[in-house]
């Protein structure tokens, strides 16, 4: 008992994390993102599922009569020119979205992180040599080549999370080697290497953990730009191909027809546009509760 | 500084061979060709057009021949629209590509920096937040969404601007805030940000002490200190320009190298392809340069990092 109370009186210390988490709940605007983003994964995980429950369609089931029609009752986002609904349209298109912004960034995320840590960690002349290997690759238009590679090589999704994968890495890798420069000469890994600790034990077990921080507020931020990346390339016609569908194509499908059914432009940008700012603001939140030094850009 | 430019341009060498053969080989190995048509086309012309495209000869004597002719300034000739060869599209459509590029730069820089000026004088008033919410916005709307709201409203309900094309000024209004419009948004940002580090620095508060006005204060001394994370962004931003008007390009129909380039890769047209992408390399590569020696020229201290 006189334990129990002795604790009890203690100053209780917070981490790391805990300290972030009281911060981003006060920014109200990253809250609400955090809730929209959780609006948006559920529904378009469980929505067509749920329409195809109680409605008895899916995302490719045309309706030829009925043609496009403006959002209705039935149809809540209206139809498309073969009759498909709209909504289930876009909540399944937001599922492929969804899917590209995470394995890509995923992807980008595995491929920095570890060229980040090792060139930091090594440093010197291997340093120099592979981070003028990113300054290189920064420089160049690196698009160009995902469009080549997309059209030569089939519209396939896991060449497109591959492709979009190895675009982004490179500010992920910038990032990392600096937090990892700053890490190298702290005692406890010093500590590590007295205990004779393998390099790679050494990066992975010991210096990567320890730049999570910034790592999570980046991967934050590059989630809507690959998300951007894929939009803008299935809006030229290489993303996933008919009749599946994401928000790119369905936002390309909807230019073509605006002027007739704008309703088919509205929803799909909405879905878009809306998914894009929660990922930002989120991101943004994160950075000032991470690392509240940081400064906006 | 000389010696810094002449070295940089000295890279440009194998960075654009390496961009050529990269290309040159993704184009070759990938299934399909140039000639796959629906309709089968007889043997024997098939041979005479490889022949004429000297694609019968051995991959690594057609690799040589290319890069033969690339230094001669001879980028081959078109396999899908031989009226010209690919130098002379190339030289036809570059300038409409860099006139878009050129326009929505100066956009994005007249909204972006009075924006963020204007934001980072008066942080967390509503004179910041207003101006940062709309930079929000064009961050978060793409320019292939932008582009046809825009068109929508302008052109199809209120009829003031013409949908597409390429030839009066009034045409070429919406393409170039289409295009300009994320990077206004992304200056915008970053003047706030370089302003609102530079304005509590001691040399301010001495601006300040000579009693100078607040205008002077800020567009004398604080605007220098606070455009160079702008200056920075620039030589990234052209990339994004020029990768962002591959789409501002398609929505309206404008004739420019960037649609040149998606058409060509749409079409497996092998020189066409390959020439439109190393001089959009190029291009980045130099207007990178550019951006660069301009931040010297601002920055003393990245002029001592040249040396």
């Known amino acids: 008992m006189m334990q129990e109370a002795l604790f009890e009186n203690a100053e209780s210390g917070t981490s790391l994390w805990q300290d972030a988490w009281h911060r981003l709940q006060k920014n109200k605007l990253a809250m609400l993102s955090v809730f929209i983003l959780l609006f948006v994964v559920l529904t378009t995980v469980t929505g067509p599922w749920i329409i195809d429950a109680t409605q008895g369609y899916s995302y490719r089931e045309t309706e030829t009569t009925l043609g496009a029609s403006a959002p209705s009752p039935e149809h809540w986002f209206g139809t498309d020119q073969l009759g498909r609904d709209l909504l289930t349209r876009t909540l399944h298109g937001g599922r492929i979205s969804l899917l590209v912004g995470l394995v890509a960034t995923f992807v980008s995320m595995i491929v920095g992180v570890t060229y980040g840590a090792i060139a930091g960690f090594i440093g010197g002349r291997t340093d120099q040599v592979m981070m003028r290997v990113v300054d290189v690759l920064y420089a160049l238009p690196f698009v160009i080549f995902v469009i080549i590679l997309m059209v030569l090589f089939g519209r396939n999704i896991y060449l497109l999370f591959l492709a979009i994968g190895a675009v982004e890495w490179l500010t992920m890798a910038r990032i990392v080697r600096s937090q990892v420069i700053s890490l190298r000469e702290k005692e406890f890994i010093e500590a590590t290497r007295v205990m004779g600790l393998p390099r790679y034990q050494i990066i992975f077990q010991h210096i990567i953990p320890n730049t999570l921080g910034p790592v999570i507020v980046y991967v934050t931020l590059t989630v809507p730009q690959v998300m951007l990346l894929e939009a803008f390339l299935s809006f030229l016609g290489l993303g996933v191909q008919a009749p599946m569908s994401s928000w790119g194509a369905l936002i390309q499908d909807g230019v073509g027809t605006m002027e007739e059914y704008p309703w088919m432009l509205l929803f799909p940008s909405l879905a878009l546009s809306g998914t894009l700012f929660a990922l930002n603001f989120l991101g943004d939140g994160l950075r000032d509760a991470l690392d509240p030094k940081a400064s906006k850009d | ?307």
């Open chain 2, 1 to 307: 500084m000389i010696r810094f430019i002449l070295k940089r341009i000295a890279t440009f060498i194998p960075v654009l061979l390496a961009i050529i053969t990269i290309t040159f080989f993704m184009v070759r190995i990938a299934p399909g060709g140039p000639f796959d048509e629906e309709r089968k086309v007889p043997e024997e012309t098939l041979r005479q057009l490889q022949k004429a495209y000297n694609l019968d000869a051995p991959l690594y004597r057609q690799y040589l021949d290319y890069l033969g002719g690339v230094v001669t300034g001879d980028l081959g000739p078109s396999f899908k629209k031989p009226s010209r060869t690919v130098s002379e599209w190339i030289v036809l459509k570059l300038p409409v590509s860099l006139e878009l590029g050129c326009y929505a730069l100066l956009i994005a820089l007249c909204i972006g920096l009075p924006a963020g000026i204007l934001a980072a004088t008066r942080p967390n008033t509503m004179q910041d937040y207003v101006p940062m919410s709309f930079a929000m916005g064009g961050i978060c709307i793409p320019n292939f969404v932008l582009g046809p709201l825009l068109v929508l409203v302008f052109s199809l309900w209120l009829g003031w601007l013409p949908v597409t094309g390429w030839n009066t000024p009034a045409e070429k209004i919406l393409p170039s805030f289409t295009l300009g419009a994320v990077y206004a948004a992304y200056i915008a940002r970053l003047t706030r940000g370089g302003m609102l580090e530079v304005m509590g620095q001691d040399y301010i508060r001495t601006a300040r002490a000579k009693g100078l006005s607040e205008t002077a204060v800020v567009l004398r001394h604080g605007l220098r200190g606070g455009l160079l994370p702008v200056i920075a962004y620039l030589g990234p931003a052209t990339a994004g320009l020029l990768t962002g008007s591959f789409v501002i390009e398609k929505i309206f129909l404008i004739p420019g190298l960037g649609r040149e380039f998606v058409d060509a890769a749409f079409n497996r047209d092998y020189t066409m392809i390959m020439g439109t992408v190393l001089v959009l390399a190029a291009l980045v590569l130099v207007l990178n340069l550019v951006a660069d020696i301009l931040q010297a020229l601002l920055d003393p201290r990245v002029r001592m990092s040249m040396k």
